[in-house]
T-cell receptor, first 112, second 117 residues
Framework: DAMVIQNPRYQVTQFGKPVTLSCSQT?????MYWYQQKSSQAPKLLFH???????NEADTPDNFQSRRPNTSFCFLDIRSPGLGDAAMYLC???????????FGPGTRLTVT | AQTVTQSQPEMSVQEAETVTLSCTYD???????LFWYKQPPSRQMILVIR??????QNATENRFSVNFQKAAKSFSLKISDSQLGDAAMYFC??????????????FGTGTLLAVQP
């Protein structure tokens, strides 16, 4: 089945130690999104890629970066994780910007 | 700025009963989508139902239906014949109809639904 896959499902990192979260998709969608969902809060869009074009939300901290080496994969890099970055990170894809978004299961990040 | 408000952090329903989850939103746009997403524990978020603001008829998907009141900016979800598998966090979300690069889903804070056997 076509789907959105996130690895790992659970990630523990140390304060200040760079970490990378991975998302892959078999839907061949043009757009890939990264959301941050803190406990008991709404998911919040960090950025998205339309093909190779990167679009950062205005309030996304510089500590968060993303890479999309090809259509299928997109990575979220947190350069120096702080305790406040502990959250569920959701990847989503859509065929185009005005199309339905399909979500992956998320990666729960713990910062110690 | 657009906002989405879910005033019920938690709800509970007996199996086979009906429950209604509330959502209000604020926008100055006239054309937009509204969504209800379901996020089961440790599983991915899936779309339950979608409503286009220009459609007067309320959307229905099997046991799920909405009550869309555009003037009141209200968008509630009714789950009929509740099943144990309906237990999940439910998010109400909003998106401009054609927003292009600035388009994004704006979520409410969610309602955690428990289904009692």
């Amino acid at each position: 089945d076509a789907m959105v896959i996130q690895n790992p499902r659970y990630q523990v990192t140390q304060f200040g130690k760079p970490v990378t979260l991975s998302c892959s998709q078999t839907l061949n969608h043009n757009v890939m999104y990264w959301y941050q969902q803190k406990s008991s809060q709404a998911p919040k869009l960090l950025f998205h890629y339309y093909d190779k074009d990167f679009n950062n939300e205005a309030d996304t901290p510089d500590n968060f970066q993303s890479r999309r080496p090809n259509t299928s994969f997109c990575f979220l890099d947190i350069r120096s994780p702080g305790l406040g970055d502990a959250a569920m990170y959701l990847c989503a894809t859509s065929l185009g910007l005005d199309y339905e978004q399909y979500f992956g299961p998320g990666t729960r990040l713990t910062v110690t | 700025a657009q906002t989405v408000t879910q005033s019920q952090p938690e709800m509970s329903v007996q199996e086979a009963e009906t429950v209604t989850l509330s959502c209000t939103y604020d926008t100055s746009e006239s054309d937009y989508y509204l969504f209800w997403y379901k996020q089961p524990p440790s599983r991915q978020m899936i779309l339950v139902i979608r409503q286009e603001a220009y459609k007067q008829q309320n959307a229905t998907e099997n046991r799920f239906s909405v009550n869309f009141q555009k003037a009141a900016k209200s968008f509630s979800l009714k789950i009929s014949d509740s099943q144990l598998g309906d237990a999940a966090m439910y998010f109400c979300a909003y998106r401009i109809l054609y927003g292009g690069a600035t388009n994004k889903l704006i979520f409410g804070t969610g309602t955690l639904l428990a289904v009692q056997p």
